[in-house]
């Protein structure tokens, strides 16, 4: 059998597993599964849409929100799309277009509301459920040429808007005025959007792992940190990058390095054939020992794709194996207080080797603008 593309290889593969395990058929709702598993890429918000795979009869459907559908034409390969109106309850049209489904059906029990869950069983009573979002996160773990392709052009997007947004950068200019600037650069260079909400952080507050832009405008003297990403063609970016405004401190150029020597071990780490946690614990050690350990709290990386979290994490009590085909993040960090942070985040891919590739190539030694 001569399979049509990608996405019909990615269904068959699902589908050698659904009868492995004497699933009967799959529910897929995740968006970014559905656009794993069709090519159609779509956020419904709270609208119901599904890719259900009846294993016993072979039959393939894909239900849409009414007004995506013309758009689901377009860009699946799936032959069946069924749309769903604002006024129609979504399981009494899954259930008219497939009558009966089988007794065990998989879904993803991290995507499944409550409420839709309810709704399944009131129109099919004797199914049962069972997860298979552990076989979709490893079948998506595993990245192909063509997806490294992708992930490769967002990233060189991300890296020409950093490039060019560094140079915007002025005293008495605002963190949110700054966001702004990059985000119009990421349309201008050609991302579809931003993969997550830009991170523009200045002085005491580049200490916020996870902070938001503000009207704290940029002094002399400053951390700023910048942590963004874009996605193009369905793939995300992300990378971080800290800068110095003006002149930066001894104290600051000693943070600075401790962090990218940290990153550097992360990176060297990287192996097929060897656990994920030694990344994590190899970049965590360089920081441990040169009496910042207290101030690095969250894991050193994760996965990267579709979407911009995903499979797998790397953190320091992960034994699971690396592989050749994973792409994920080295980003630890110094995060003090009252005072400021680096971060210094790379994308790394695991190639067929079982190397070490730094897709990320935006320099790393400090600079101050």
Do not use: W
């Amino acid at each position: 059998m001569i399979l049509s593309n990608i996405y019909e290889t990615r269904r068959e593969h699902l589908k050698t597993y659904l009868a492995q395990q004497n699933i009967g058929a799959v529910m897929i709702t995740a968006p970014a599964n559905v656009y794993y598993y069709t090519g159609f890429n779509s956020d419904p918000h709270e609208r119901f849409m599904s890719l259900i795979i009846n294993a016993s009869t072979d039959e393939t459907y894909l239900f849409v929100p009414a007004l995506d559908k013309e758009a689901a034409v377009q860009e699946s390969d799936i032959t069946t799309i069924i749309s769903i109106s604002d006024e129609e309850v979504p399981f009494e049209v899954v259930s008219k277009s497939f009558g009966k489904l089988s007794k065990t059906v998989g879904i993803e029990a991290k995507n499944l509301s409550y409420d839709r869950y309810i709704s399944l069983l009131a129109h099919f009573p004797h199914v049962e459920v069972v997860d298979v979002q552990p076989f979709i996160n490893k079948q998506r773990m595993k990245k192909t040429k063509e997806e490294i392709e992708k992930l490769s052009e967002a990233i060189r997007i991300i890296e020409k808007v950093l490039e060019e947004g560094t140079k915007k950068v002025k005293v008495g200019m605002s963190e949110s005025e700054l966001t702004g600037e990059l985000e119009f650069l990421m349309r201008k260079f050609g991302a579809d959007g931003p993969s997550f909400s830009t991170i523009v952080l200045t002085g005491e507050k580049a200490a916020l792992p996870h902070g938001s832009p503000g009207e704290r405008t940029i002094q002399q003297g400053d951390y700023l940190l910048i942590d963004f990403g874009v996605v193009k063609d369905g793939y995300c970016s992300d990378i971080t990058r800290t800068f110095i405004i003006g002149e930066a401190s001894e104290k600051q150029k000693e943070i600075y390095n401790i962090v990218l020597q940290s990153n550097e071990a992360g990176i060297q780490a990287v192996q097929a054939g060897v656990s994920l946690k030694s990344f994590d614990i190899a970049a965590r050690n360089v920081i441990h020992q040169n009496g910042y350990g207290d101030y690095f709290n969250n894991r050193v990386g994760h996965g990267l794709g579709i979407e911009v979290h995903e499979e797998p994490s790397i953190h320091q009590n992960n034994e699971q194996l690396a592989e050749a085909g994973l792409v994920f993040t080295i980003e630890p960090g110094i995060y003090i207080p009252n005072v400021g942070g680096v971060r210094i985040e790379d994308i790394v891919y695991i190639n067929e080797d079982g190397n070490a590739e730094v897709l990320t190539t935006f320099p790393k030694q400090l600079q101050v603008l």
